[in-house]
């Protein structure tokens, strides 16, 4: 549809967006420091050209007096530009006036137009712009020879006042062109040419004075987007995330926005309730579900999503909607990342608790809070104990025994888990020493390498330094990597498998079956191992779907020379049916919960009955 004349002049005057408080403060101080030194200037002109003191004085307090109206306490930003803006006309008209109406001292207009036009607000540019029409005009009318030098403009001063109106006209189209582009590229983000948070504030101020209707916004955060850089470097990382941000506005309505506020951070505001903030969030999440090839090589994005809207907020303010959506990103990320979390009270108190526990966790190590229990692998033949899995425990002086769900995605967040894995991994491989000298036979360990560890260019040297140092048999270690990280970047992560593989030490696929595209990314990976997840494991007691899954994980494990344990055995009739499909390995309350060291003896493992084994 066409625009109007009005509208076409409007698509390209500047919009008069309020600036940021710290940028207009300094703009205004600029300001005032002109006007207050013109005021000086003045006075001491005016006595240099031989006006009398009180003259001097009162001219110099003309330009000096809109000054107090621009310094009142507690005014707005509208009324102390106003006051500023007529300090530094009253100027200009002094000026020209004592300068007899040289054509030089006019130049003085264009100089307060384009300082006015620092404001990038209507109000102090509109006033500019009328004292100089009523100026020139009315003034040049009655008085000619105080405003115009010559004796033409004399004779014809409506005609020298539109001749200088044309300059002037000139000048402040200059100046709009030039408030139009910072305008533009202060609001947009360079990088992805989305929106910027200045943008994004305002557009949530209008859509909440506009009406009482709900509001909602979202608060987006990469999961684990250091590691790209870290691992593919900046370049990729920001390809990444201007191919995350096209994905992001291909899932908007008409009137949403969306805005990047952060490195990794994007925010976006929907006129709607929960109802609406849930669909837009699940949109993108599915958007965001297939990889993306950056630099010729597949990379799976994540998001932690984050929604607040006006119905769970104490007031209709944009700060407190991003505030409240951020904090239930965080929450997000505290359930496993990659979903989609609402706001809900209390959630302030849990960033806070979350806050303190971050800091807890930090001293850990060095308070020798920190445990691990060690839970067996049998046999499922025999019964026989091959070997031990670490697992981290966090004992706190106050909260007592802290759960790993709760605190090892803490650990990641706060980038503490590289270092407390390396105290893991040396604990459990001195144990594994320990053990197998009592058993006089090999005793394996098997210890959880978090994504973090995995993305650590040292873990390689890391894992070898700590075999070096406690004398545990390279092969009698097992690595374990859960399935989800695999769908990151499977090219890089099997490389840095492989180099762990070349010390000698076993990898282990674990929660196998829950992530993406598992056989197809198992063929791919230097493993030895794989751990069937616990939820189908427990779904075999009923005879459910889960045993022809399990069985084909097993038909192809055996067909890949791989090892298979099943994880989360507790019944008997649960390791009955593994029995009979022929898993050779499981761990499970069935044969050992996780216990501290002393508490386990591989001398006296329990012999269980082997599992009857039915031909197929």
Known sequence: MSLTLPGRLAAVLPE???????????????????SAAQALGLGILALALGEGTLAATLEAAAVAYPLAFALLPGAGRTLRAAAATLS???????????????????????????????????VPFGIALLVVIAHHGVLGTLVPHSVF??????????????????????????????WRLNEQQGLRDPLTGLANRTLLMETTDRLLTRSSAEVSMLFLDLDDFKDVNDSRGHAAGDQLLTGIARRLSGCLRPGDQVARIGGDEFAVV???????????????????ADPMVIDGRPLMPHVSIGAAGTTTAPERDA???????????????????????????????????????????????AGEQLRVHYQPTIVLTDGSTTGYEALLRWQHPERGLVPPVEFIPLAEEGGLIVEIGRWVLEHAARQAVVWSAEAGRPIGMAVNLSP?????????????????????????LTLEVTEGVLVRDVDLVADQLQA????????????????????????????????????????LDSGGSSTTLVASIIELARSLRLEVVAEGVETAEQRAVLGELACSHAQGFLFGRPQPAPEHSVESAPALAPAPLVSH
């Open 452 to 476: 973090k560890q995995l993305a650590d260019d040292d873990v390689v040297a890391t894992v070898s330094q700590v075999l070096e140092e406690t004398g545990l048999p390279a092969c009698q």
């Open 500 to 539: 762990l593989r070349r010390l000698g030490v076993r990898i282990a696929i674990d929660d196998f079956g829950t992530g993406y595209s598992s056989l197809s990314y198992l063929r791919r990976l230097p493993a030895d191992i794989i751990k069937i997840d616990r939820s189908f494991v427990q779904d």
């Open 88 to 122: 530094l006309l009253t100027a200009s008209v002094l000026l020209v006036y004592l300068m007899e109406g040289q054509t030089e001292a006019h130049f003085h207009f264009f100089v307060v137009i384009g300082l006015v036009s620092l404001y990038q607000d209507w």
């Open 319 to 365: 700060g407190v909607l991003l505030r409240n959506a951020d904090l239930a990103m965080y929450m997000a990320k505290a359930l496993g990342k990659n979903r989609l979390v609402h706001y809900a009270d209390g959630m302030a108190q849990a960033a806070e608790e979350k806050a303190r526990l971050l800091e807890d966790l930090a001293g850990a190590v």
């Open 149 to 178: 030098g010559h004796g033409a403009a004399h004779d014809a001063p409506w005609t020298w006042a539109g001749i200088h109106a044309g300059f002037v006209l000139a000048a402040s189209l200059a100046h709009l062109a030039a």
């Open 16 to 34: 008069g967006r309020v600036l940021p408080d710290d940028v207009w403060r300094r703009r205004h101080r600029i300001v005032l420091s002109v």
């Open 270 to 288: 929907v006129a709607g309730g929960p109802e609406v903030a849930t669909a837009v969030g699940q949109r993108m999440l599915v958007a965001l």
